[in-house]
């Protein structure tokens, strides 16, 4: 079985901007997505030595590159700009599958958390890369 990212497939939908789901295409080449960890435990140890533990919600900060020349930066830039002058914010629901490993996560109420204007130059133009913060990320089995 492959584990490659080739097939992967990600959609976005963002409420008031670009309601019906939109496929993002022509993902950076050694960076379509990454994930930061979450603590889903606060652990705290008393003087005598006793640990105690809680859960604790968090959110989920996920990074996403597109070459320079993508179409799909086309969505983050009206995304932000829609927000701008709103001066609020416009949420986002989304769709990643990963045949590979056959599952798919649905993202909830996702907030623009860091956007890149425009692409750093050198010999080429660089990916723009962009970060969405999920309230969840839920993963789901598929075929």
């Known amino acids: 079985m492959s584990i490659t990212a080739a097939n992967a497939a990600f959609s976005l939908s963002i409420v008031g901007v670009f309601p019906a789901p939109i496929s993002?295409?022509?993902?950076?080449?050694?960076?379509?997505?990454?994930?930061?960890?979450?603590?889903?435990?606060?652990?705290?140890?008393g003087v005598d030595g006793v640990a105690a533990a809680g859960f604790i919600f968090n959110l989920f900060p996920q990074k996403i590159s597109f070459m320079a020349n993508s179409p799909s930066v086309d969505v983050f830039d009206?995304?932000?700009?829609a927000q701008k002058a709103?001066?609020?914010?416009?949420?986002?629901?989304?769709?990643?599958?990963?045949?590979?490993?056959?599952k798919k996560w649905s993202l909830?109420?996702?907030?623009?958390?860091?956007?890149?204007?425009?692409?750093?130059?050198?010999?080429?133009?660089?990916?723009?890369?962009?970060?969405?913060?999920?309230?969840?990320?839920i993963p789901v089995p598929f075929g």
Do not use: C, H
């Open 24 to 45: 993002l295409q022509q993902f950076a080449a050694d960076d379509i997505f990454d994930n930061d960890n979450v603590r889903p435990a606060e652990v705290q140890q």
């Open 78 to 81: 009206q995304w932000y700009y």
């Open 86 to 102: 709103l001066q609020d914010i416009y949420a986002a629901v989304g769709v990643v599958a990963l045949p590979g490993v056959k």
């Open 108 to 137: 909830i109420n996702g907030t623009l958390t860091q956007y890149t204007p425009m692409p750093s130059a050198g010999k080429i133009l660089k990916p723009r890369q962009f970060e969405i913060t999920w309230q969840d990320m």
